[in-house]
């Protein structure tokens, strides 16, 4: 399974973005999904993730109340809507599916990854 990621671009201070994330071909199974980002020169870290049935979230300390992950099994799409963007989430962030009910913040946990969307706020 490949994962698509899009949706990253360059914004000012305070704007919104809408990342999406879509597999290659349907999972054999039930997938939980995550969002994960890269910033220069920092190891890649966990932002948010959603369970297969989209009812249990869970987000970083640092985006909550801003970042909302959310899933479309219909379409088979997750989606990060991150509001009141600051410089600081400058990152590359990636997708990933686990093969598994429920997500989690690490990044081994996953199967699964996409190739990556850069965001890049500046002040």
């Known amino acids: 399974v490949q994962l698509q990621a899009s949706g990253g671009g360059s914004v000012q201070t305070g704007d919104s973005l809408t990342l999406s994330c879509a597999p290659s071909?349907?999972?054999?199974?039930?997938?939980?999904m995550g969002w994960f980002r890269q910033a220069p020169g920092k190891e890649r870290d966990f932002v948010a993730s959603?369970?297969?049935?989209?009812?249990?979230?869970q987000y970083v300390d640092s985006v909550k109340g801003r970042f909302t992950i959310s899933r479309d099994n219909t379409k088979n799409t997750v989606y990060l809507r991150m509001d009141r963007l600051k410089p600081e989430d400058t990152a590359v962030y990636y997708c990933?599916?686990?093969?598994?009910?429920?997500?989690?913040?690490?990044?081994?946990?996953?199967?699964?990854w996409g190739q990556g969307t850069l965001v890049t706020v500046s002040s």
């Open positions: 990933a599916a686990a093969r598994r009910a429920y997500g989690s913040t690490y990044g081994n946990d996953y199967n699964y």
């Open positions: 071909r349907r999972p054999s199974s039930n997938n939980a």
């Open positions: 959603i369970s297969w049935r989209g009812e249990t979230t």
